[in-house]
């Protein structure tokens, strides 16, 4: 049978062997290549080795960055202790903040999409102006971002938002747009006013679509979040990437690489694991 | 469950002659309908249409595809305005669709995201609790008689108890128009609007609904308007048949062609004579069979 057919019905394992053969040829070829450059330089930066970069992540989840003050009693602090105090969480934490901040400010972007797209007025008010500035490529307003607000944490979220709300309004606007009239309709005849209406029928049926698109917009809050972080920021993810390129620590970078991917991917999971919970009908549907 | 009980007796004014001993519950004076898009002529959809229904009647509109059969329904309902004259409800032009009016659409008749029993709860809770009344400690008790009445009316539109806890793609489209037709009749309107409510349905479970609007017509003597492309299931339904036409070209907008009473007794001889006239009236290109409809012999 050809492995061509809109009808094959693959199996299980060959579902799973497919799915992980990308990974695994990715990982073989890496280590390959890696062996082969340690082998004629001993000293390579480039490709750094397994054991090199598991002793990099273990320095970065256990020890504070060099640039921060040592405690004097580190060695005897728990284990517990030693990973708060660390680089990775510390950059973590200060990457998440960020992203959380930014994530909530998108909030208001939804409810702005959703009454432009309820309230005919609301929505000749916003659209065209909204339109114009998703046009805008936001990193293009990092200069002015940072002179405006500074080199604060107000700059890089502004950034994110100014890079992402735009679209989330657009995509909240069109799938109010997208609802049924009927459903509307059938809302006053039902008894209910306009907001009862916005929130209780049109809301409530697009929020796991909304929710689907600031899932699909992830990455771009990260993209921006890095952009702000890489060009003005005395912590997080990617300003110690940015920070380790110049001394060439790629032993540090590809973890810090694959742990910003892991957390990302974990919080595309929760998503959607948190629509499915709370939105039954959509996905079935 | 004092307000699952829906024998509420038929209206004596229904078997009167229309217009004759009451005001009309509905009044459409001399309604034309054009739609326009800039740089080109209007299109004339309803051409000075004037109808008078009364609480009580069950009126089918009937007519071929884009005669503007739902477009009288839209003006009904208030969704849409006439280019001139005016539609009254209960002597008062209306602004926006409200509770006086149910709706039962062909399509989209229930909100996805709730289940059967929160569809047909929606409307009491939205009116008698609201956004501010949800935070209430009695909003527990309202909730639960309200789910009371709500599965009295999903037993008498024949779905079981279970049914209940379903959403709604999960129906078939019979059982989806059964409920739609409780969520509508738990508000209690004054007119029921139906547009072509059964036409997506198969046509054993067409004449289970139709059956089912007749009796619920019966009993509760809401008046109902429901508009159909269907002449015997306009006939079968209905005790007054709405047929509207072109008499002119396309240019000119429809109007009633005709405007007949219905015999009580689906078993009338002149039952079948009035479907043919009817057809040949309304539908001068024929009417769509039964068999690809479902409507059963009138």
């Given at each position: ?62 020890k504070p960055a060099e640039d921060d003050e040592v405690s ?105 747009r997208s609802v049924p009239k009927e459903q509307i309709v059938?809302?006053?005849?039902l008894g209910a006013g306009d907001f009862s209406i916005t ?87 | ?298």
């Amino acid at each position: 049978m050809s492995i061509l057919q809109i009808h094959a019905q693959p199996s299980r394992t060959t579902v799973w062997i497919l799915s992980w053969f990308l990974f695994a040829t990715g990982v073989v070829s890496y280590f390959w290549v890696s062996r082969g450059r340690h082998l004629d330089n001993p000293d390579d930066r480039v490709m750094p080795t397994l054991r090199q970069m598991g002793r990099a992540f273990s320095d970065a989840t256990l020890k504070p960055a060099e640039d921060d003050e040592v405690s004097a009693n580190a060695d005897q602090q728990s284990l517990a202790a030693k990973i708060r105090s660390s680089m990775l969480w510390k950059d973590t934490v200060a990457t998440g903040r960020r992203f959380l901040i930014s994530m909530a400010l998108l909030f208001p972007a939804v409810l702005l999409g959703l009454h432009m797209g309820m309230f005919p007025y609301v929505g000749s008010f916003f659209l065209r102006f909204v339109l114009f500035f998703d046009k805008i490529v936001a990193l293009s307003l990092l200069p002015i971002l940072f002179i405006a607000f500074g080199i604060d944490e107000l700059a890089k979220v502004m950034l994110i938002v100014v890079g992402v709300a735009p679209t989330i309004v657009l995509d909240s606007f069109n799938l109010t747009r997208s609802v049924p009239k009927e459903q509307i309709v059938k809302g006053f005849t039902l008894g209910a006013g306009d907001f009862s209406i916005t929130y209780r029928i049109v809301l409530k049926q697009i929020w796991p679509r909304v929710l689907n698109s600031i899932r699909l917009n992830l990455k771009a809050v990260m993209l921006f979040l890095f952009a702000g972080e890489m060009i003005a920021s005395q912590d997080g993810l990617a300003y110690r990437i940015a920070l380790l390129r110049r001394h060439m620590g790629m032993d540090t970078i590809i973890p810090y690489v694959l742990w910003v991917a892991l957390l990302l991917f974990l919080v595309d999971f929760g998503m959607r694991t948190l629509n499915r919970k709370l939105h039954p009908w959509f996905l079935e549907a | 469950m004092t307000r699952v009980v829906m024998a509420r007796t038929i209206l004596d004014e229904k078997t009167l002659p229309a217009g004759l001993s009451t005001p009309a519950m509905i009044r459409i004076q001399d309604v034309v309908v054009e739609y326009g898009q800039p740089g080109k002529p209007p299109k004339r959809i309803l051409n000075g249409v004037s109808l008078d229904i009364h609480s009580g009647e069950f009126v089918s509109i009937v007519g071929q595809t884009g005669c503007g059969k739902s477009t009288l329904l839209r003006l009904v309902l208030a969704e849409e305005m006439p280019t001139h004259g005016q539609v009254l409800v209960e002597g008062s032009p209306r602004k926006q669709p409200d509770r006086r009016c149910g709706y039962v659409p062909q399509k989209y008749s229930l909100f996805p995201d709730r289940t059967v029993l929160d569809n047909i709860t929606f409307g009491l809770e939205v009116t008698e609790i609201g956004i501010l009344g949800s935070f209430s400690p009695a909003r527990r008790v309202r909730r639960q008689e309200f789910q009371l009445e709500a599965l009295g009316y999903l037993q008498r539109m024949g779905l079981r108890e279970s049914d209940a806890v379903k959403y709604p793609h999960q129906l078939s489209g019979g059982m989806q128009q059964r409920v739609a037709i409780a969520q509508a009749l738990i508000m209690r309107p004054k007119i029921l609007l139906m547009d072509e409510a059964f036409s997506a349905l198969d046509p054993g479970t067409r004449a289970g609904m139709q059956r089912l609007i007749k009796d619920l017509w019966r009993e509760t003597g809401t008046t109902i308007l429901f508009v159909t492309h269907n002449p015997r299931e306009a006939m079968m339904l209905a005790s007054r048949v709405i047929a509207l036409g072109r008499r002119g070209g396309d240019e000119d907008g429809a109007n009633i062609v005709l405007d007949l009473p219905v015999p009580e007794s689906s078993d009338d001889p002149t039952i079948a004579g009035l479907v043919q006239r009817v057809e040949q009236t309304a539908f001068p290109g024929g009417a769509e069979s039964d068999e690809q409809t479902g409507a059963p012999e009138a």
